[in-house]
T-cell receptor, first 112, second 115 residues
């Protein structure tokens, strides 16, 4: 079956630090890849996505590149802010079907 | 607002009771999903509807779980004879089209606690 491995948190950073959250997946076929974010007290929301190999998704200063050869979709941001404190979920989607498989989530805490 | 809403937001049930959780998707959204999220874990897929048709129920953990969307809009997730292991946050999401690439919009969830 499909599975997602996400680096465990919590990750604690200072403002303006560089953030990387690793995500690797195993999936039959070639999935689309998503990062969802859950801010404190809010529901899950889409952060970015990539639908084919070598695509780069970007939003709010975050980026992730679909690496088919390493089955990875690592999330990066060059300079984090306190408002980026949240839980981040990597989620591949099977090429056939509408089922998202979520990783366990990585909690990020950015301190001023 | 026009987001996904869920009710109740919190539900406490005694073991063995039946519960019904409601999801109101965004108007016009064809696809509707239910997920179960245990504490400290990522959401796990339960079931998927396209309009009123339940196309995938492979994630339902047992025959005590039942979901319906009779008119292709509001959906209800029913859990019969609740057990302690059913305690979790139940998330509903909807998306506009039928492609899996469409963004899923999530509701706030219903936190179920089974005593």
């Amino acid at each position: 079956g499909d599975s997602v491995t996400q680096m465990e948190g919590p990750v604690t950073l200072s403002e303006e630090a560089f953030l990387t959250i690793n995500c690797t997946y195993t999936a039959t076929g070639y999935p689309s890849l998503f990062w969802y974010v859950q801010y404190p007290g809010e529901g899950l929301q889409l952060l970015l996505k990539a639908t084919k190999a070598d695509d780069k998704g970007s939003n709010k200063g975050f980026e992730a590149t679909y690496r088919k050869e390493t089955t990875s979709f690592h999330l990066e941001k060059g300079s984090v802010q306190v408002s980026d404190s949240a839980v981040y979920f990597c989620a591949p989607l099977k090429a056939a079907g509408n089922k998202l498989t979520f990783g366990g989530g990585t909690r990020v805490l950015v301190k001023p | 607002g026009a987001g996904v809403s869920q009710s109740p937001r919190y539900k406490v049930a005694k073991r063995g009771q039946d519960v019904a959780l409601r999801c109101d998707p965004i108007s016009g959204h064809v696809s509707l999903f239910w997920y179960q999220q245990a504490l400290g874990q990522g959401p796990e897929f339960l079931t998927y509807f396209q309009n009123e048709a339940q196309l995938d129920k492979s994630g339902l953990p047992s025959d005590r779980f039942f979901a319906e969307r009779p008119e292709g809009s509001v959906s209800t997730l029913k859990i019969q004879r609740t057990q302690q292991e059913d305690s979790a946050v139940y998330l509903c999401a909807s998306s506009l089209g039928t492609s899996g690439d469409n963004e899923q919009f999530f509701g706030p969830g219903t936190r179920l606690t089974v005593l």
